[in-house]
């Protein structure tokens, strides 16, 4: 892997007419680019705009996509904790599938579908 997360600017945003969420991450080589991260429905993963992008394997696995991924981990495992009782390990084993899936995918470098757990996908 080439690029790290140096930066952890990221924003979680609402499209007001789509109702969708998405997430903003600050660019590390231009100040004034912010690369957005969306989810992708066909792909089943979130996708960086690959156009700004200068990293992106398919915009799923360059430093953006995996800060919105980090992002998701924290949220996720923060839902977990306030669900409280099976919630935490159950999250913490859907995440780990899922961790699994996109280091496979990145080795292969294509951009097939993540086949993952389409409702703990949806958690975002
Ligand atoms: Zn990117």
């Known amino acids: 892997m080439a690029t790290e997360i140096k930066s952890a600017s990221v924003a979680r945003g609402v499209d007001k007419i789509t109702h969708e969420t998405y997430y903003v991450v600050k660019s590390d080589d231009s100040k004034n680019t912010w690369h957005e991260v969306r989810w992708n429905n066909e792909l089943l993963a979130w996708q960086c705009d690959g156009e700004k992008c200068v990293y992106q394997h398919g915009g ?14 924290i949220r996720r495992a923060r839902i977990a904790l306030a669900m409280g009782g099976e919630a935490p390990q159950t999250v913490a084993r859907l995440q780990a599938e899922e961790d699994r899936k996109l280091e496979a995918q990145v080795e292969r470098r294509y951009t097939a579908p993540l086949n993952g757990n389409r409702q703990f996908s949806l958690l975002k």
């Not at 696995?61 to 998701?72: D, P």
Request: contains cysteine.
């Open 60 to 73: 799923m696995a360059c430093k953006h996509a995996r800060s919105v991924l980090e992002v998701l981990k």
